[in-house]
């Protein structure tokens, strides 16, 4: 890829006074910017490229997108951009996006959250073939507390077919599943340090997790691996050595799953952690982090990195962008959304946990509908507890069917993906009836990725707050047009307008009297 360059006039080197003038060179970031003073030493201009004549009290360097984040991210990652396209669930995240961000020099990770296992099977054999000797790609790695058995066979899955990175989201806790994609591989380069076969990139949102990925794995669970012939004896001691991931993604305030916290509280808050534990461990290289949740506009982006992120990882704009797994419907839905079209609601994964995510609430009743499924479980022992009236309300209006009817539907489904499901559902009401209400949590996605038109005010949509500002911000652009917003057009906006905001912000540091104009970018074509 050539280096990447807006359209637009080319460069003057003129020193320039007025508000016009100095927003027109803010956005020169490819150029040296000078500060100047004019004739009567007190008023400051800005002049590009070449030095110019009179009083100069200042210069800065030419600033690139590719410059934003940390160094050691692009060098480790082998990328050119500090980037990352999130893992949107059930395949939201395709093959095609992965792709693309690969050959963009950038990172991608497959969504294999929700997805049985034949589907990611066919999703890693699809990536191999294509992207070949490419590392800068992954596939992700979901929390599973309900299917252990199915999260440890997607990991194996992974290190089998030589997936190069790895996304572990929404983990409270280690499994051995999680330490296995860590250790996997490790061994000693020719100048001693640890060096990992399999990149783990965890995304933590509580310093209690953060803590877990930052430290090295717990013995007893390499131990366990060892005994089971997962791991050597001689990657369990390497293991020891290093945290369990060397990136982690602080998730702020994101679509699906979330703890809704502020970037700004978060981000600061593990990167004291990061620096403690790392004294404590003695590690040779330092743990890098990135920012996750809240990421829609430029704006966002560059606070991000001011924050120290050395890598951003951008998922709810996506889900928009022409090469996501979702419906043209639902796309459509979310390019209607603003930044409070969103709500909290039951996660179908963690369920009978109380966990929720977030999701859109323009145009869907899913939350509600949803929230009223987890009242009723938190308040009966079984299905035939239910109230007589509640359970017309609830069969009439969310699930569109009965109770026996949908338990035929959740019978069938856990027959190919765990029959231990149905033997603990036939045993325990309680679980039976959390399974005929996940029944429709689950549904619910799979009808905004397929459109099913007649299930539109039950679609379940991951959003957050990001979703609407970048609506906000892309109004009367060129990517105000769905068909436009490829996940690589959509990712290069996002850093240039960061790279100018920053410039902007370093200028106004120096005196310069910056317009609020030269604090905004208008999305635009870059190759």
Not at 472 to 487: E, I, T, Y
Request: hydrophobic letters at 45%; aromatic letters at 6%.
């Amino acid at each position: 890829m050539s280096v990447l360059t807006a359209l637009g006039p080319p460069a003057d080197s003129s020193p320039v006074f007025s508000p016009e003038g100095i927003t027109a060179r803010v956005r020169q970031i490819r150029e040296p910017v000078h500060v100047v003073s004019g004739p009567d030493g007190r008023e400051l201009g800005i002049a590009t490229g070449a030095v110019p004549a009179g009083p100069v009290l200042g210069t800065l360097p030419p600033l690139y997108p590719e410059w934003l984040g940390g160094r050691t991210f692009c060098e480790a990652h082998g990328v050119r951009f500090p980037y990352v396209a999130g893992e949107m669930a059930n395949g939201i995240a395709t093959t095609r996006m992965v792709s693309a961000m690969a050959r963009a020099e950038m990172i991608g990770f497959f969504g294999a959250g929700g997805l049985a296992y034949p589907d990611v099977e066919r999703a890693v054999h699809t990536l191999v073939r294509e992207l070949g000797s490419r590392s800068n790609w992954g596939v992700n790695l979901i929390h599973s507390p309900a299917e252990p058995a199915l999260e440890f066979r997607v990991a194996e899955l992974l290190l089998r077919r030589g997936v190069p990175r790895i996304s572990a989201s929404a983990f409270m806790e280690l499994t051995p599943a999680v330490v296995l994609c860590s250790a996997h591989g490790l061994h000693r380069g020719p100048d001693g340090a640890v060096v990992r076969r399999t990149h783990l990139l965890a995304k933590v949102s509580r310093p209690e997790v953060a803590e877990r990925f930052l430290s090295p794995a717990p013995p007893a669970l390499l131990d366990h691996l060892v005994a089971q012939g997962k791991l050597t004896r001689q990657e369990a001691s390497l293991a020891a050595l290093v945290p369990v991931a060397e990136d982690i993604t602080v998730e702020a305030d994101s679509g699906g799953h979330t703890d809704n916290r502020p970037l700004s509280v978060l981000l600061p808050r593990i990167a004291a952690l990061r620096d403690a534990l790392g004294r404590r461990f003695g590690y040779r290289r330092p743990v890098r982090l990135g920012a996750a949740g809240g990421l829609g506009t430029p704006d966002a982006v560059a606070a991000a990195f001011s924050l120290g992120a050395s890598y951003v990882v951008v998922g709810s704009v996506n889900q928009t962008a022409v090469e996501a797994g979702l419906s043209d419907a639902a796309k459509a839905m979310l390019c209607d959304a603003d930044v409070s079209d969103v709500a909290m609601a039951p996660a179908a994964d963690m369920f009978e946990l109380g966990v929720r995510l977030q999701v859109l609430s323009r145009g869907t009743m899913f939350a509600q509908r949803a929230a009223r499924l987890h009242a009723a479980y938190l308040a009966h022992g079984s299905l035939e507890e239910i109230p007589s009236a509640l359970r017309a309300t609830i069969e009439r209006d969310v699930l569109r069917a009965s109770f026996d009817e949908i338990w035929r539907h959740a019978r069938t489904f856990w027959d190919q993906r765990d029959p231990a499901e149905i033997t603990r559902a036939e045993a325990d009401p309680k679980h039976r009836m959390a399974l005929v209400f996940r029944w429709y949590l689950g549904s619910s996605s799979r009808w905004a990725i397929t459109g099913e038109e007649s299930r539109r005010a039950d679609f379940q949509i991951w959003c957050g707050p990001a979703m609407g500002a970048f609506n906000r911000w892309a109004a009367g652009s060129f990517l105000a047009d769905p068909a436009h917003r490829s996940v690589v057009m959509i990712g290069l906006n996002l850093l240039e307008g960061a790279a100018v905001l920053t410039r902007a912000h370093q200028l106004r540091t120096y005196g310069v009297p910056l317009p609020a104009e030269a604090f905004t970018y208008a999305p635009c074509e870059l190759a």
